[in-house]
T-cell receptor, first 113, second 114 residues
Framework: EAQVTQNPRYLITVTGKKLTVTCSQNMNHEYMSWYRQDPGLGLRQIYY???????DKGDVPEGYKVSRKEKRNFPLILESPSPNQTSLYFC????????????FGPGTRLTVT | GDSVTQMEGPVTLSEEAFLTINCTYTATGYPSLFWYVQYPGEGLQLLLK?????DKGSNKGFEATYRKETTSFHLEKGSVQVSDSAVYFCALSGGVDGGFKTIFGAGTRLFVKA
């Protein structure tokens, strides 16, 4: 089944404790992206990747890191999480940018206390 | 920079009513435009898309036309069902100023009453 998977689905952590949210797609997509969803703000793009070893900042990259060492994986790293990073996070992938649709993972709900 | 503006919700309709959710955008060049839908507790999924001016995207009775002259991509459905209750997002990819970013609107929540 073609899909985007994220882990974990739920995470509660404390300020400053490094964490990684994994994202994997099995569709051989070139473009991958991370978003955060906050009430009233819609989805805001954190980072995106056009292909292996090619990543760039979205609109809200502060406090996050990413890497794209393999085509299928695109982990999101929070090296020192803070409470303002409490949010719902989505990973997405697309065959090609910009005219192909993005396929979204199920989301990771992160709470930082 | 590029931006997407959607009508604020929530929108509450009775079953079989006509639906319009407005979406306007600001972008240079010829971006691709999308409508995504999010059902409770799920990720987003594509509803329809249009990749050039005057294209009409359609799916499951929903339609939207890419209007470059009015920079709009309004979502319409002639007769909504209870199962259409969800949050709808308008999105833009590939504007000249946006580079390889994707810009989403704030989302519009739709409630359909039986």
């Amino acid at each position: 089944e073609a899909q985007v998977t994220q882990n974990p689905r739920y995470l509660i952590t404390v300020t400053g404790k490094k964490l990684t949210v994994t994202c994997s797609q099995n569709m051989n997509h070139e473009y991958m992206s991370w978003y955060r969803q906050d009430p009233g703000l819609g989805l805001r793009q954190i980072y995106y990747s056009m292909n292996v070893e090619v990543t760039d900042k979205g609109d809200v990259p502060e406090g996050y890191k990413v890497s794209r060492k393999e085509k299928r994986n695109f982990p999101l790293i929070l090296e020192s999480p803070s409470p303002n990073q409490t949010s719902l996070y989505f990973c997405a992938s697309s065959l090609q940018f910009p005219s192909y649709e993005q396929y979204f993972g199920p989301g990771t709900r992160l709470t930082v206390t | 920079g590029d931006s997407v503006t959607q009508m604020e919700g929530p929108v509450t309709l009775s079953e079989e009513a006509f639906l319009t959710i407005n979406c306007t955008y600001t972008a240079t060049g010829y971006p691709s435009l999308f409508w995504y839908v999010q059902y409770p507790g799920e990720g987003l999924q594509l509803l329809l898309k249009a990749t050039k001016a005057d294209d009409k995207g359609s799916n499951k009775g929903f339609e939207a036309t890419y209007r470059k002259e009015t920079t709009s991509f309004h979502l319409e459905k002639g007769s909504v069902q209870v199962s259409d209750s969800a949050v709808y997002f308008c999105a833009l990819s590939g504007g000249v100023d946006g580079g390889f970013k994707t810009i989403f609107g704030a989302g519009t929540r739709l409630f359909v009453k039986a």
